[in-house]
């Protein structure tokens, strides 16, 4: 079965220094992985995803994550943080096992960007 | 292109009631999945439906149901409430594809059950 663990639940930047947001997978086969983000009463919003291309993934907003497989883990990054990231922010994994495309959700991390 | 719409975004049910969620489909796609996210917690897979018929489903009780009607709209129904059905529900449409690119996610609707 496929699941990510998010190994941070509040990390806490100051405007324009970098962002590290990490998540580490399991699955039993080559994934897809994404980073979703969701601010306070909006949906959830698909910043990048990696589907056995490109290891390093560019979002958009400057987001960018990378894949390694030798550790199992997808952790999103950006250069410098702004305002406006402050949000929760989920990496998922999709999934086919129950003959349907889910997506498995880790349980977030929420970003505060201090002024 | 428009959206995925939710109705109603807010509603107060009592334990024991039933309650309707709708949400209409970003245009083209035709598979609808929803999820329901409880507070501090990530969204947690209900089913799917394609094309009218279930197609996949978690880990929730049969009173969980739901419906896709020809314009690929759709409907979750939730019998006898319980305190625990409180959380938001996330409706998502897409295209049946295995990237899991093609997800396009409604505001959601906060349900409160007292």
């Known amino acids: 079965a496929q699941s990510v663990t998010q190994l941070d639940s509040h990390v806490s930047v100051s405007e324009g220094t970098p962002v590290l947001l990490r998540c580490n997978y399991s699955?039993?086969?080559?994934?897809?992985l994404f980073w979703y983000v969701q601010h306070p009463n909006k949906g959830l919003q698909l910043l990048l995803k990696?589907?056995?291309?490109a290891t390093l993934v560019k979002g958009i907003n400057g987001f960018e994550a990378e894949f390694k497989k030798s550790e199992t883990s997808f952790h999103l990054t950006k250069p410098s943080a702004h305002m406006s990231d402050a949000a929760e922010y989920f990496c998922?994994?999709?999934?086919w096992g129950t003959g349907a495309n889910n997506l498995f959700f880790g349980t977030g991390t929420r970003l505060t960007v201090i002024p | 292109e428009t959206g995925v719409t939710q109705s109603p975004t807010h509603l107060i049910k009592t334990r024991g009631q039933q309650v309707t969620l709708r949400c209409s489909s970003q245009?083209?796609?035709?598979?609808v999945s929803w999820y329901q996210q409880a507070l501090g917690q990530g969204p947690q897979f209900i089913f799917q439906?394609?094309?009218?018929?279930?197609?996949g489903r978690g880990n929730f009780p049969p009173r969980f149901s739901g419906l896709q009607f020809p314009n690929y709209s759709s409907e979750l129904n939730v019998n006898a409430l319980e305190l625990d059905d409180s959380a938001l529900y996330l409706c998502a449409s897409s295209f049946p594809d295995r990237s899991g690119y093609g997800y396009t996610f409604g505001s959601g609707t906060r349900l409160t059950v007292v």
């Open positions: 990696y589907t056995s291309a």
């Open positions: 998922v994994v999709s999934d």
């Open positions: 245009s083209g796609h035709n598979t």
């Open positions: 439906y394609y094309r009218e018929e279930e197609n």
């Open positions: 699955s039993s086969y080559s994934p897809s």
